[in-house]
């Protein structure tokens, strides 16, 4: 996958995972949300999200977009 179309889909991958795993949606700052959790769910049930080129790699990147996406940039 192109690492913009992975961008693009993050937003509907958090909320398809938080409404899988039971987790409060939509997020505020009041809960901290697993990245470790999302990760081994995408790789579980959507891999070829996992699969784009990035510095310094996918993990971190999507991380970060993440952390965003959960109100949870403070971390960055």
Known sequence: ????????????????????????????SQYQFSFTSFWSWLENNHWLYTQFRAV???????EMWFNKIMRQAWRD
């Open 1 to 28: 996958m192109k690492k913009g179309d992975v961008e693009s889909a993050m937003p509907h991958l958090c909320e398809k995972w938080a409404e899988e795993t039971k987790q409060p949606w939509p997020p505020d």
């Open 56 to 62: 310094p790699n996918a993990r971190s990147v999507m």
